[in-house]
């Protein structure tokens, strides 16, 4: 089966860095995608990465190593409205099959 | 707002009925996700369309059924419903049949009492 580890809750200060861990055991690995979802609301895309290597987008920053099993999603320049929950999710069976982390709830503080 | 468009945004209904969720891809997006997420089980992938045929299937129950129409738009047809399928339901889209680049709707709330 697919399995995915994440830690449940972070803590961090406005305008602090924060990196969100992930780890994966799944045969058949193709990618893994981060995802941002507010309290009531739907999650919303934030990254991809199918290769080794980081990955960019603003304040927001996605890490693979392939042979390590293991991402990771930087926020930098936190601020209150990056409070939210955090899905790691990793694609497999040839992109065929997605599998969600549990979510990590990100909690930004003044 | 992704575009993506979900009906009803809340449903209560009672055990052993059926109902049927209804999902509008965003505008070219050829194909149509799934999601249930509960408290204890998290975001669960349920089953995947593109362009009409059924393409992944998920951990979606017997009691479920889904299909997508030749407009795109999907139904998810849940029935003899249990005290334990409250959750939200999310469909999501995307313009391929790639599960990495998704744009998930609003969800549908039910409750089953």
């Known amino acids: 089966g697919q399995s995915l580890e994440q830690p449940s809750e972070v803590t961090a200060v406005e305008g602090a860095i924060v990196q969100i861990n992930c780890t994966y055991q799944t045969s058949g690995f193709y990618g893994l995608s981060w995802y941002q979802q507010h309290d009531g609301g739907a999650p919303t895309f934030l990254s991809y990465n199918a290769l080794d290597g980081l990955e960019e987008t603003g304040r927001f920053s996605s890490f693979l190593s392939r042979s390590d099993s293991y991402g990771y999603l930087l926020l930098q320049e936190l601020q209150m409205k990056d409070s939210a929950s955090y899905f790691c999710?990793?694609?497999?069976?040839?992109?065929?099959?997605?599998?969600f982390g549990g979510g990590t709830r990100l909690m930004v503080k003044p | 707002d992704s575009g993506v468009t979900q009906t009803p945004k809340h449903l209560i209904t009672a055990t052993g009925q059926r109902v049927t969720l209804r999902c509008s891809p965003r505008s070219g997006d050829l194909s149509v996700y799934w999601y249930q997420q509960s408290l204890d089980q998290g975001l669960q992938f349920l089953i995947q369309y593109y362009n009409g045929e059924e393409r992944a299937k998920g951990n979606i129950l017997e009691r479920f059924s889904a299909q997508q129409f030749p407009d795109l738009h999907s139904e998810l047809n849940l029935s003899s419903l249990e005290l334990g399928d409250s959750a939200l339901y999310f469909c999501?889209?995307?313009?391929?049949?790639?599960?990495?680049?998704?744009?998930f709707g609003p969800g549908t709330r039910l409750l089953v009492l």
């Open positions: 999710a990793v694609s497999y069976n040839a992109g065929n099959m997605l599998t």
């Open positions: 999501a889209s995307s313009v391929e049949a790639s599960l990495e680049t998704q744009y």
